[in-house]
Each structure stands twice: as structure tokens, then as C-alpha cells.
């Protein structure tokens, strides 16, 4: 490894030869600059960097934009089914990212022909969305969302409006009513299951959502409806409940989180840098460049973990064991200096990896879908809420201390309050 200075990210000391100098991806201070942790790995790595996650358990970081491809490209060198990692025996019960990491017998964990019929069955029933159905759905919520604060003159968007918006919009698609104490519960266990905080119990939650969804297929089963969960229910391909509840959940999450992160990290984006005036009528970018120019710059799934090798095989130089963990380092491959030649990062086209990339890509109609309900929700809030500006100073927002999903820890904001 060479010079990396002060600020580099520390490095593991030498135990397997493949991964020495292999670098910790915990820490918070990585999170605020994670363009800097990007740029210093590829410069002391290459495109494949050896790192260590949680634990110090190893693993490998794909940085490059070709090779990141490639690897999403090849389902039978580097494939979803986690159960093929050579690292089990040194992963204890509670390890922070069993959650993503363990196996469930969800689309996401498929693989081959198993796979291409359950994110089959997935892809026809978003593909049944109406996106102006969906657009009017969202901003029905939206409107909902923002009547409760504003009066007050002042908001914190992460969680009174980003979040609730997109697990509402997810809900919704699947055939759930947007409000009402029942879905309102499902939200709440949802949150909890995916983003527990201190004195949640999310074992729990994670049980009632699975019970709340498991009712959810019998209804739609009984009195089918134009809903995503009835669409997958009387798909030929023929579920189970079991496989239905198990898919349904992995849309609900795999929509949740990022779409709510991209929201924000859009409207960050919009309060912050004076080429989108917010003023929209003064604003010389659109809020669909912001969009896109999040994806590529501030995108919300930042590495996603994973794929794992099925054989020996060799990656960007690096000689890859059967049975290693690779983690899909999308943030670093969209700012590629290889594909950036002249350090400038656009956002032009949408060529970028932020939806990944092959057979296990974010299924396609759902990007689209994610965009209508991202697009809706910063177009609403701007509309309703016209001189709203951050309530902090740019600076004093930070980043969540997470290398998977690049979010705000929150996102304070003030404007005239709206008597209704
Ligand atoms: C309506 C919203 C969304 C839905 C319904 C959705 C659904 C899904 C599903 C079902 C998968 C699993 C695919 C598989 O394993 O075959 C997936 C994967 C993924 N999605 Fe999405 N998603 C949404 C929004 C987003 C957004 C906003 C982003 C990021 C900007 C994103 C990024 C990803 C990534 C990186 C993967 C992993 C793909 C891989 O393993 O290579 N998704 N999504």
C-alpha cells in the first residue's frame, strides 16, 4: 500500500496475505467523504480493494464501473445464494448485517431458473402499475404528510416526510389503503423491522409485518383487486403463500429505503446548490436533473452486499476464492475515473449503476416507479411549501453512519406556516 496520508482509512493488520492492508469499512467518518475513501482505495487497490466489514470478516470491495458490470454480468462466476461464503464459521448470531447477508428463501437469494420466475412474476405485477394512478396516489399522500406540519412552520423531512411517503406508496401499491390504523401498524413495524432504534424490538415487528402481509395475499386471494400482491396471487407461474409473502416483503423493503433516501437526497441537493434556485420558477436545473445527478453523485444504495464466487477466479487482478463475499461498490463505480477521464462528473444519461446491473438488477419497472413517487414527492412538497429552506446551515447536515445506504441523519427545514 502506498502513501495514504492522515486522513487515509486504516488498514487491517496482515493475517490472510490476500487481505493484507485490506481496509475497515466501519466508521463514521468515512460516511461525510465517502468520494475521498472511494478515490484513496482505487488509488492504494486498484478496482478490487480487499476490505474488512463488521467484525473484521473479509471480503472484497468492487470499485470499478467495468468491473462492477462484470460482475452482475456473470451469474456463474458471482452469484446471490450467500450460503456458498467460505466465512459462516466466523459469523456470530448477532452480526450486524445477518440481516442483509443471511439467506431467506426470497427472490433476492434465487437463483437461475428459480430466480427468473420469481422476479418474473415480480416484474409483470409492477409492470401492472399505472403510473399516473401511482402519481396521483403519492401525491394524495403527500398532500396528507405535509397538512400535518404546515402550520408549524417547520419540519424534519427524513421522517416526517421522506420515509412515511415511500413505505405509504409501497403499501399502496401492494393493495393496502394509504391511511387507517391498520396500514398505519404495518408502516410502524415496517420502519422498525428495517431501521430499528433504540428500544425497538425488531424480531417482533418483523413477525407482525410477516402476519400483516400473510393476511394481505388470503385477502387478495378471496377478493383479488388492480394491486401488485393480486397480480403476483393469480400470476400462472403459481407461488405459494409462502414464496408470496417472502417476495412481497423483499419489494416493500427493497422500495422503502432507497426511494426515501433518494427523496432527500434530492431535496439536500435542491436546498443546497445554488444551480437549483429553489424558487422554481428562478431554478435552472429541473428537479429531474436532481434527480438523476443524485444517482450518480449521492446515490442511495451505495454498496450493496452481495455476490459471492462460485469457483476460483481472478477480478480486476485479484485472485478471488470460491466462496468469497464481494460487495457491489456502485457509488465508486458511477464516479469511475475511468469512466470520467477529466475528473468531471456529469450527469448527462442514466448509464449509471445505482439500480445495479444484470439478472439481479432492480427489476425494471421499478426504477420508473421509483422515480414517479420520488418526482411526486419533491414536486409536491416544493409546490405546497414554496419558500422552504434548511433550518441549519448546509454543513450542519450529516450523514448516517452507514457505507450501504448514503442518507441524512435528518433533514430540519422552515418555511411560512400554511394555515389550512
Ligand atoms: C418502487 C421502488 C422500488 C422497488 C419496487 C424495488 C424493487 C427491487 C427488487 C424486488 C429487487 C430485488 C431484485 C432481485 O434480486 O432480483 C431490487 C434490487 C435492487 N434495487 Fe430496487 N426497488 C425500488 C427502488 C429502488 C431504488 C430507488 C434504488 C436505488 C436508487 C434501488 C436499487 C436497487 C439495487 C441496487 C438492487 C440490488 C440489485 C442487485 O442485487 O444487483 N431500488 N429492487
Redesign the pocket.
Known sequence: MTDAGSSSPPEAPAGCPAHAGAVRLTGLEYQQTPSQLYREMRRNHGAVAPVLLDGDIPAWLVLGYSEVSYV?SHDELFA?DSRRWNQWEHIPADWPLLPFVGYQP?????EGAE?RR??GV?TEA?EGVDQFELARDCQQIADRLISDFAGSGQAELMSAYAHAL?MR??VR?CGMPATGDDTQQLVEDLRISLDAAEGDDPVAAYGRVGARIQQLVKDKRDRPGPD?TSRIVLHPAGLTDEEIVQ?LI???A??????A??ICNTLRLLLTDERFALNVSGGRLSVGEALNE??WLD???QN?I??WAVRDTQLGGRQIRAGDCLV?G?AAANTDPQIWPDSYVGAENAAH???????????Y??????????RTAVETLLERLPDLVLSVEPEELTWRPSIWMRGLTSLPVQFTPVVQ
Open positions: 452482475t446471490r426470497s427472490v433476492l437469494f434465487t430466480h420469481r422476479a415480480i409492477l415511500a406508496a409501497a401499491m401488485v417476495d423483499s419489494v416493500i427493497a422500495a422503502q429505503q432507497p426511494t433516501n433518494w443524485v444517482l446515490t442511495p444504495t450493496f452481495g455476490r457491489l456502485l449503476l445505482s439500480f445495479s446491473n444484470g439478472e439481479h438488477r432492480c427489476p419497472p421499478a426504477p420508473l416507479l421509483a422515480d414517479v413517487i420520488a
